[in-house]
């Protein structure tokens, strides 16, 4: 190469050197004399040096001269080392610091450069900054950290609700208390590493805790004994607290707490493998249902995601404590009814609607239908062949017991009904059915309830009494008549003889009165008795209702001294006619027994007003009433006065009776279509209100 060509060689080395990327160095090895750098290590080492040393002035000197004395002893025993051993040495991210640039970071390397002889004569510094990457760096690790930490966060969280679902999910399927309670602490034990996890209930009567749960500890025997009951005074056990309040009762380090003297050092609590203590107040509205407390071998803070979990599984806890209470006490309530229905000595039945079965039969019921109750119970009711037809004794239609249930099903209520059972034998029943649609609170019926008694017996005693009634009736009616013919002969006869004394005379009129009123009473027997067998017939026909009227007044005007009868007419004329369709014998019955009642219960005599009307709003129908001064009825007993054999006086009434006269009264007018009524104050009287149809035939 000749001088031109090298020089122009050099040119080009210096002017690659000046735009290298990196920074580059040649030391002496023998002092370690900086004999070269490219501008990017002056740069490098202007931003290091004191100013006696910038601007290449290092260039030709030790490093020892220019370098400060620490990195010196550094740096040259780093230079003496690749000199010695001709191996190279190689740095990475050194950090430098610069007045200028602050921080940087940089990849050296010194290489050994060997002469001829193999020998090391330089060393080649070649610096390369990394400052850019590593801070990338610097940054893609700060970032993963803090991904890791939320990361963790949620991982903790997820855990947390996890615990929560799992424990909601268990109890939620849980309908009593214990299940309840076991469920919640598999649960949590499951899922957690507490060392012990216990649920206690309210005892509000007792005003204490009950020990409900406590997941398999090494708790000994007395331990378990006080957990048992703590009463809500309790100033030992601190849980007893928790009825008071709503936050949870957190205990960070229980070995601090026993130091403090804030835990007594005999409380079951203290062992030494226990440190955190968490008692969660279970709350379902406003009811406090009980506690949750869990015991951890470490340390518990107000942050600890063991707080938040058992805070979050203590809600559903509570809901579920609750839903467990009251499904006691409705199976209690359910219980204790059906301890009664089941001993009463009624049949009751009740009918689903859904699937028209019976859901539930007490015994009596079973015994009244002849089925054994387990067969009873969950088969619909019996059905009856349409053919089989029952009646009663007096020929009345009886409408089969199932039929109850079927018209109470589509929402009918019945009351005291008479019913008839036939049972599976064949055997037939006679019953009293009240029954009721069971609705929920928007009224659709999901079943019904009926009520039902066995009055066969009944049945039969009152058909022995009415068949005893007719048959004496008619028995007595022939010698009555017998008597009454020769008490008449008697009387003729005596009229014709003025020979007979005064007491024949007397005791011929007493025959023949006393053989009146016993026809009327005997009558009256076979009328009930023909009531009953829906055998009374009437024989109405058209008549005038003032002539009949003023018939009957005159001719009862004449049985009494003491009483003054009076014919009022309101509206109408004496002249008028009132015509109607009517039984004229029956109606002559039914207003000579008002008149007599009322002659009969004013014994001291007195004015009686018989009446005569339209009836008031209703121009078809005639109004009568008989008003008298007499004794009057007590208000308690006026809805009564119209039952057969009632007296309103009872049995202790100085007035003679049978109670039978109102009741053929009422029978008698309501068969004509008409109806009766009284009004009646105790000491001053009685008014009776008869009305009756007056015919469209009158026209
Ligand atoms: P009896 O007169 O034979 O007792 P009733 O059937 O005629 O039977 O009357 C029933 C009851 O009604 C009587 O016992 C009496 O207590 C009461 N009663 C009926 N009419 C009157 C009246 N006008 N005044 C007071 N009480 C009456």
Same mark, same amino acid.
């Given at each position: 190469m000749d001088g031109q060509t090298k020089a122009k060689a050099e040119q080009y080395t210096d002017i690659m050197l000046e735009h290298m990327p990196v920074g580059v160095a040649l030391y002496d090895v023998h002092d370690f004399r900086l004999l070269m750098a490219n501008p990017l290590y002056h740069k490098f080492l202007d931003n290091y040096l004191g100013p006696a040393w910038t601007g290449g002035r290092a260039i030709g000197h030790p490093l020892r001269e220019w370098l400060p004395a620490a990195d010196a002893t550094s740096f040259v025993s780093i230079c003496r080392t690749v000199a010695e051993t001709g191996r190279r040495y190689q740095a990475g991210e050194y950090v430098f610091q610069s007045r200028e640039c602050g921080v940087t970071y940089w990849n050296w390397t010194l290489d050994p450069i060997h002469e001829s002889e193999g020998r090391v004569n330089l060393l080649l510094l070649i610096a390369n900054e990394v400052t850019a990457q590593v801070l990338a760096r610097q940054e893609a690790e700060k970032a993963h950290a803090s991904l890791s930490h939320a990361n963790r966060t949620v991982e903790v969280e997820r855990k947390r609700l996890e615990v929560i679902e799992t424990v909601a999910r268990n109890v939620r399927e849980s309908i009593d208390t214990e299940t309840v309670g076991k469920a919640a602490i598999d649960a949590i034990n499951f899922h957690f590493n507490s060392i012990d996890v216990c649920i206690h209930v309210a005892d509000p009567v007792q005003q204490a805790l009950r020990l409900l749960h406590i997941h398999d500890t090494p708790y000994d025997k007395q331990t378990v004994t006080v957990m048992e009951y703590i009463p809500y005074n309790s100033s030992f056990m601190m849980m007893a607290q928790a009825h008071n309040r709503r936050d949870p009762i957190v205990i960070e380090d229980v070995a601090s707490a026993v130091a403090s003297g804030l835990i007594d050092s005999k409380h079951p609590l203290v062992t030494p493998d226990?440190?955190?203590?968490?008692?969660?107040?279970?709350?379902?509205?406003?009811?406090?249902?009980?506690?949750?407390?869990?015991?951890?071998?470490n340390v518990i803070h107000a942050d600890s995601p063991e707080l938040k979990t058992l805070i979050g599984c203590g809600t559903h806890i509570a809901a579920a404590l609750a839903h467990a209470r009251l499904?006691?006490?409705?199976?209690?309530?359910?219980?204790?009814?059906?301890?009664?229905?089941?001993?009463?000595?009624?049949?009751?039945?009740?009918?689903?609607?859904?699937?028209?079965?019976?859901?539930?039969?007490?015994?009596?019921?079973?015994?009244?239908?002849?089925?054994?109750?387990?067969?009873?119970?969950?088969?619909?009711?019996?059905?009856?062949?349409?053919?089989?037809?029952?009646?009663?004794?007096?020929?009345?239609?009886?409408?089969?017991?199932n039929f109850v249930v079927i018209r109470t099903l589509s929402g009918e209520k019945i009351s005291s009904q008479e019913t008839m059972v036939i049972r599976p034998d064949g055997s037939n029943m006679f019953t009293l059915s009240s029954a009721t649609p069971i609705r929920l609170e928007n009224g659709v019926i999901t079943g019904a309830a009926i009520v039902f008694q066995d009055i066969t017996a009944q049945k039969s005693i009152e058909q022995q009494k009415n068949e005893f009634l007719s048959i004496a009736s008619h028995e007595l009616r022939t010698p009555t008549t &017998? $008597?009454?013919?020769?008490? /008449?002969?008697? +009387?003729?006869?005596?009229?014709?003889?003025?020979?007979?004394?005064? =007491?024949?005379?007397? &005791? $011929?009129?007493?025959?023949? /009165?006393?053989? +009146?009123?016993?026809?009327?009473?005997?009558?009256?027997?076979?009328? =009930?008795?023909?009531?009953?067998h829906e055998q009374l017939a009437l024989l109405p026909s058209v008549h005038d209702l003032l002539k009949t009227l003023r018939h009957v007044v005159e001719s009862q005007a004449?049985?009494?001294?003491?009483?003054?009868?009076?014919?009022?007419?309101?509206?109408?004329?004496?002249?008028?006619?009132?015509?109607?369709?009517?039984?004229?014998?029956?109606?002559?019955?039914v207003l000579s027994n008002l008149i007599n009642n009322a002659v009969k219960y004013s014994p001291s005599g007195g004015e009686i007003e018989v009446g005569l009307r339209y009836a008031p709003g209703a121009p078809g129908d005639a109004l009568i009433w008989?008003?008298?001064?007499?004794?009057?009825?007590?208000?308690?007993?006026?809805?009564?006065?119209?039952?057969?054999?009632?007296?309103?006086?009872?049995?202790?009434?100085?007035?003679?009776?049978?109670?039978?006269?109102?009741?053929?009264v009422n029978e008698l007018v309501t068969s004509h279509g008409g109806h009766v009524r009284v009004e009646s104050t105790e000491g001053a009287g009685s008014t009776f209100f008869v009305t009756l149809p007056l015919h469209a035939n009158q026209e």
């Open positions: 226990k440190h955190g203590f968490i008692c969660v107040p279970l709350w379902f509205k406003d009811y406090f249902e009980g506690t949750l407390v869990a015991t951890f071998q499904h006691a006490t409705i199976e209690n309530e359910r219980a204790r009814l059906h301890a009664v229905l089941d001993q009463l000595p009624e049949g009751i039945v009740i009918v689903d609607s859904s699937n028209g079965c019976i859901s539930y039969a007490n015994a009596t019921a079973a015994d009244i239908l002849g089925t054994p109750l387990t067969s009873l119970v969950g088969t619909p009711p019996r059905r009856y062949p349409s053919t089989h037809v029952v009646k009663d004794t007096y020929n009345r239609l009886i409408l089969p017991w &017998a $008597i009454m013919g020769y008490a /008449e002969i008697l +009387e003729m006869e005596a009229s014709q003889d003025s020979s007979l004394d005064p =007491i024949c005379l007397h &005791a $011929i009129a007493s025959i023949i /009165e006393q053989s +009146e009123g016993l026809t009327r009473l005997i009558e009256e027997m076979l009328d =009930i008795s023909r009531i009953e004449t049985t009494t001294s003491k009483h003054h009868l009076h014919l009022i007419l309101q509206g109408l004329e004496s002249t008028d006619t009132l015509m109607g369709y009517y039984d004229e014998a029956r109606i002559t019955q008989v008003k008298d001064q007499g004794i009057g009825i007590p208000a308690s007993e006026l809805p009564h006065i119209f039952n057969r054999f009632h007296r309103a006086g009872g049995r202790n009434s100085s007035i003679s009776g049978l109670g039978i006269g109102l009741y053929l």
